[in-house]
């Protein structure tokens, strides 16, 4: 397969820029952080003749207050250490976990226990409990908290209407759907009125359109209540259609982290670079793929891959390429995504190579899309 | 059977309940504590304490493979001690209790260990006390159970009873050996155990009927 790989150029062209937004930052630079990581790592020690594991290492980062952050990564990336080190169910092996201004590592007995009170958790097996009524699994929190009766109360009603299932107020799990359950455990994560919404993988266990309802829960929350959301996934998808910003875990390491757009525009480790392939495929199909040669046949196309990245890239660019270089040009496959405003994906293009002048109007139209600053890659020819 | 007898079953019959029920409530009271403790005092639970559940496991384990007569016999002076005499169905409920509390205790950790450790956790996250989590988390999940437990606890209890009339204890048991047994009374021993049987029933009934309603897990699916 012949490459003429143009990548060099690590800005968007038609792309909008993004560094104007607030975005991850190193720990020391992020005065307004909900939640911070400071040189934590952490090592479950060799018992029982199983080694010790290095889950997490020399994590650096911070959570904008009010924003939904995506942790993405591999099963055990570390992302379930990761995210039970900010409510202080694991303890760091060093550095400091600061949640909303508190170092929350370095908290213990009572004091632990308050401070969890402003942190909610919603699980991916919902973890309600069979012996009580959805309402009263809602007022859990509130009992342990030891709010008054008539106010438990009022609070549950306000809650079940909150997560839409206000009719299901004296069902029993075992009488709920899937989505219908999660709804009472966000409910019930977010009784206690916290500032930071931990959630664990907490639509893995559904159904695709009922995750689509649930992660549209999670972002009226967020936006209308300003609760920091901070979701653990090893789906992209997920992170795609809910986070602004990532954090891409790899082997106890952060190894990307920033803007959804940049990172999944530009992503740099191989890691996030699979992810993304789940979404926009990095794969030409097979019928394709299985018809591509080398050398130019008579009367044939070059097969060119474009990827596109940013808002609005790609949108003309066919008619833009047939257009200015006068060619008639066809689409072979496309395949673009969304994620986080940006346009993601790649198309692939079939350009004619004519009588005579064919390897002319191949680099014709690689030097057009490299003046453009479009990745392009020339894959062969199809007859 | 003449009235006597019959009389002498409704007295036995009461006796034994009255043993039965009395060391179930004192062993439950010991037992269920002791068996939260076990289920929940291991290397990194709730209540982590790891050489305290080891010492009390062997303890567990030490009262529970003596032999019952002979742990009636054996803790005689600590009978006397506690219950003033050695001798009739209040000092029967020593022995039985002192029995019945290490399996109520084994009974409940195995009940308390089927609650999903994701409760556990779950409860934590949102800043419960460990008090907090036995009490408004592990018990009430595992309520099912632990009647269930509390069932088969009463159950083998009335079975241990039949033992006490070694030390003068009463009850049907004692009541079958000495009139069926040792006197040839077959339509004595009969009407023993038919009313043994007759007893266990009503209790595993009631049991199952209590378990049923409190268990909310399988309800409409």
Redesign the interface.
Known sequence: MKAASMNAHPSLAIGQPIETLEAISPAATAPDAMVRFEGISKTYPAYRGKPGVNALQNIDFAIPRGSITGVIGRSGAGKSSLVRLI?G?ERPTSGRVVVDNSDISALAG?D??????S???I?Q?F?L????TAADNIA??L???GWAKADIRARVAELLALVGIADKHDR????LSGGQKQRVGIA??L??RPSVL?SDEATSALDPQTTRAILDLLANINRELGVTIVLITHEMSVVRQLARDVVVLDAGHVVESGHVADIFTHPKHPITQSFLAEVIGDSLPVSLASRIVSEPPAGGQAVIRVQVRGAGAGDTLVARLARELGLDVSLLSARIDEIGGQHVGSLTLGIPLGISSGEDATTRTLAWLSQYQFPAEHLGYVA | MSPELINLIVQATGESLYMVGLAALIGTAFGLPLGVFLATSRKGELFAAPVVNRVLGIVVNATRSTPFIILVVAIIPFTRLVAGTSIGSTAAIVPLTIASAPFIARLVEAAIREVDAGLIETASSFGASPIQIVLKVLIPEALPGLLLALTLAVVSLLGYSAMVGAVGGGGLGDLGIRYGYQRFMPEMMLAVVVVLIALVQLVQSAGDYLARRVNRRLRHR
């Open positions: 409510n169910l009572r632990l226990r308050l401070a969890q009170r942190i909610g958790m699980f097996h973890n409990l069979s012996s009580r859990l929190p009992e342990i908290a029993y799990p075992s009488e019930r994560a009784a206690t931990l």
